[in-house]
């Protein structure tokens, strides 16, 4: 803070972990507006997405070299390798499901992974967030119930894969202690890459879809980026809040983009988690903001 005017670190931070949330929003729309399968969407995402990352790495340690990037370690590999399951996960739920759903459902990673954290590494999980999992899980159970003969049963399937997947894989991050999480990400872009390669049908894509797949890739990038550069300069509560935003406005842009408007029960489960993450997630920021003598609420 200056002069008592605007911190402009934290504004950036503010604005950097914002647009990070848009772009990730936009991967359920880049998803399904191709013709092309799950496989094929996920090579060409790795292909377009890991010279960016893998170039931000350099970029922003100057020392680095492909080789270095390349060299994570076992733990790093296996980053790397349990990341790209999910994202196959991930990107496989959105041709099977509504956007709605995918995004709605993976909004709860953070009580999945307050979860995972304590029965794993026995760390303390405070009252409010074990009540508003709870209300998650109400949330999500209402969206799966609304898929059983539906038709889309099994996308929402994945979708909680992929989430609890998630979670497991921030819970490593923590196991591990590794600094080159955003390394991993580089080369698991690569094995995406790979994987779509020997699966998928990437040249069998039309120059049009080509062009989507390719703002798919750069727009995972970006938010990866623009999350992690974001996060050095805001405190994790408030974070963790702007990057809520993502969950609604995936489904909008879905319903704007695509004209999808998921069922009823979308509506209740949906309306139920996005409560209970935004309360949650309003709950952390205030206790952040709080001085360090100011007593904290119980729970």
């Known amino acids: 803070m200056i002069g008592g005017g605007i911190d402009r670190a934290h504004a950036l931070g503010i604005l950097l972990v914002l647009a990070s949330a848009v772009a990730f929003s936009v991967a359920g729309v880049l998803t399904r507006i191709v013709d092309a399968d799950a ?12 010279p ?21 370690g076992w733990r790093g590999w296996f980053l790397a390798t349990f990341g790209s399951l999910c994202s196959i996960a991930f990107i496989a739920s959105f041709k099977l499901t509504y956007v709605a759903n ?4 993976y909004a709860t990673v ?17 009252l409010s967030t074990m009540l508003a999992a709870v209300g998650a899980l109400i949330g999500v159970a209402v969206m799966l119930w ?24 921030m819970v490593l991050i923590r196991v591990f202690r590794t600094g080159a999480v955003v390394s991993a990400l580089a080369v698991s872009s690569l094995q995406l890459f790979a994987a779509g390669w020997l699966f998928g049908d990437p040249l069998g894509v039309s120059l049009r879809d080509l062009a989507w797949l390719a703002a798919f890739g750069v727009a995972f990038a970006l938010a990866a980026i623009l999350l992690t550069e974001g996060t050095r300069l805001i405190p994790a509560a408030e974070a963790g809040f702007l990057g809520t935003f993502e969950a609604p406005l ?8 695509l004209a999808e408007l998921p069922p009823a029960t979308t509506m209740v489960g949906g309306a139920i988690v996005l409560v209970v993450i935004l309360v949650h ?3 952390d920021l205030r206790a952040n903001a709080r001085p360090p003598d100011a007593p904290a609420a119980a729970g």
Do not use: K
């Open 39 to 50: 496989w094929t969407v996920t090579c060409w995402r790795g292909f377009f997405g890991a």
């Open 52 to 72: 960016l990352i893998a170039a931000y790495v350099i970029a922003r340690d100057p020392a680095h070299r492909i080789g270095a990037v390349l060299s994570l």
């Open 102 to 105: 995918v995004s709605l459902i």
């Open 110 to 126: 953070p009580f999945a992974a307050a979860a995972l954290g304590w029965l794993l590494l026995r760390e303390r999980v405070r």
């Open 146 to 169: 609304g898929g059983i003969g539906q038709g889309h049963l099994a996308g929402d399937l994945l979708a909680v894969v992929m989430t609890v997947g998630m979670a497991a894989y």
């Open 250 to 257: 995936a489904p909008v842009l879905a319903w704007l983009v």
């Open 281 to 283: 997630a309003a709950r």
